[in-house]
């Protein structure tokens, strides 16, 4: 196999983090979406688990559908209780059937939890005074906690950065080299100082048996002081390259995966934000070039980046 070779060539990193025994990790090291392919456990749910961070990782619909859900299903909650400690502890009520007092208890308990408060139908006994007063509260900390999830959902810094699916093995120069692409794909999100770092890890064989060696792939280059267009990051496959004596099949063979980090300052939060991803061998096409994403408007007076084409690629020979 060729990854038997490197050592030749190459200097391993010990610093990623990631262990070295084949035998003990399943699938890739990091998704694809940036977040470890790791599951924890050992330990009680309520101490791994992180609902803050999880409320601001998720998407809006998911957040937004959790919020709704807890929303109904404590109104209802309430509402049973209401219903439980008797009509009679309730003044104003004026529905006769079962689904519609079971209906308008259900929108008092709305009313009470958002304090809104109506007035038409209000508590008279000790016991729905104190089922009131202890919804009320709970209803101010909860759209208290609501209003702080959505202002660290819109002002947590984040990168905006979006990769290619895809890793290319392209002609580079007299040679060939290791591509990926990436691009800012907000208008108004532009960073500075950006700097990237790739790895490759991969098994090989170390006194007869397989081991999972990591290397820092050097780059042509690793920062750029402005970030708002399109930048192929490219690694030559030289006589430096941990790849130099890779072909198409030994990818498969060696179970590689190149492991992406980018950082830079964004200027709109006025800080330091990163993006992650990985490319496994599967998602590593070789003999194939990047398509330009970006031309020169009608008038020449603009350029235009066309964020679509992020991953578009033709064959070539190498």
């Given at each position: 196999?060729?990854?038997?070779?490197?050592?030749?060539?190459?200097?391993?990193n010990?610093?990623?983090?990631?262990?070295?025994?084949?035998?003990?990790?399943?699938?890739?090291?990091?998704?694809?979406?940036?977040?470890?392919?790791?599951?924890?456990?050992?330990?009680?749910?309520?101490?791994?688990?992180?609902?803050?961070?999880?409320?601001?990782?998720?998407?809006?619909?998911?957040?937004?559908?959790?919020?709704?859900?807890?929303?109904?299903?404590?109104n209802?909650?309430?509402?049973?209780?209401?219903?439980?400690?008797?009509?009679?502890?309730?003044?104003?009520?004026?529905?006769?059937?079962?689904?519609?007092?079971?209906?308008?208890?259900?929108?008092?308990?709305?009313?009470?939890?958002?304090?809104?408060?109506?007035?038409?139908?209000?508590?008279?006994?000790?016991?729905?005074?104190?089922?009131?007063?202890?919804?009320?509260?709970?209803?101010?900390?909860?759209?208290?906690?609501?209003?702080?999830?959505?202002?660290?959902?819109?002002?947590?810094?984040?990168?905006?950065?979006?990769?290619?699916?895809?890793a290319?093995?392209?002609?580079?120069?007299?040679?060939?080299?290791?591509?990926?692409?990436?691009?800012?794909?907000?208008s108004?999100?532009?960073?500075?100082?950006?700097?990237?770092?790739?790895?490759?890890?991969?098994?090989?064989?170390k006194?007869?048996?397989?081991?999972?060696?990591?290397?820092?792939?050097?780059?042509?280059?690793?920062?750029?002081?402005?970030?708002?267009?399109?930048?192929?990051?490219?690694?030559?496959i030289?006589?430096?390259?941990?790849?130099?004596?890779?072909?198409?099949?030994?990818?498969?063979?060696?179970?590689?995966?190149?492991?992406?980090?980018?950082?830079?300052?964004?200027?709109?939060?006025?800080?330091?934000?990163?993006?992650?991803?990985?490319?496994?061998?599967e998602?590593?096409?070789?003999?194939?070039?990047?398509?330009?994403?970006?031309?020169?408007?009608?008038d020449?007076?603009?350029?235009?980046?066309?964020?679509?084409?992020?991953?578009?690629?033709?064959?070539?020979?190498?």
């Amino acid at each position: 196999m060729a990854s038997s070779m490197v050592d030749h060539y190459s200097t391993t990193n010990p610093d990623t983090g990631f262990g070295n025994q084949p035998g003990q990790f399943g699938g890739r090291f990091m998704n694809k979406d940036g977040s470890f392919n790791l599951k924890k456990t050992g330990a009680p749910y309520f101490k791994r688990a992180s609902f803050y961070s999880y409320l601001l990782e998720i998407s809006w619909l998911k957040f937004i559908t959790l919020v709704l859900l807890f929303y109904l299903v404590v109104n209802l909650l309430f509402a049973v209780g209401y219903f439980m400690i008797g009509e009679d502890q309730l003044q104003g009520l004026v529905s006769t059937g079962y689904w519609s007092r079971a209906r308008e208890l259900f929108y008092f308990s709305t009313q009470t939890f958002t304090t809104v408060g109506y007035g038409r139908i209000n508590p008279i006994g000790d016991s729905s005074d104190i089922l009131a007063s202890i919804q009320a509260m709970g209803g101010w900390l909860f759209f208290a906690l609501v209003t702080g999830l959505l202002y660290g959902r819109f002002t947590r810094p984040q990168a905006y950065i979006d990769f290619s699916e895809h890793a290319l093995i392209a002609p580079y120069r007299s040679g060939k080299a290791l591509m990926f692409r990436l691009v800012p794909y907000k208008s108004n999100h532009h960073l500075s100082d950006v700097q990237v770092v790739v790895n490759l890890s991969y098994v090989m064989l170390k006194d007869g048996k397989p081991e999972y060696a990591f290397y820092k792939l050097g780059l042509e280059r690793s920062r750029v002081d402005m970030f708002n267009m399109n930048w192929t990051v490219v690694h030559p496959i030289d006589e430096q390259s941990p790849l130099i004596d890779f072909t198409n099949e030994d990818l498969e063979k060696a179970d590689v995966e190149v492991l992406v980090q980018v950082s830079g300052f964004n200027p709109i939060f006025s800080n330091v934000v990163m993006r992650r991803t990985s490319y496994t061998y599967e998602e590593i096409i070789w003999g194939a070039k990047f398509k330009p994403m970006y031309h020169e408007s009608e008038d020449g007076m603009t350029t235009i980046l066309e964020l679509n084409k992020l991953n578009h690629y033709e064959p070539v020979d190498l």
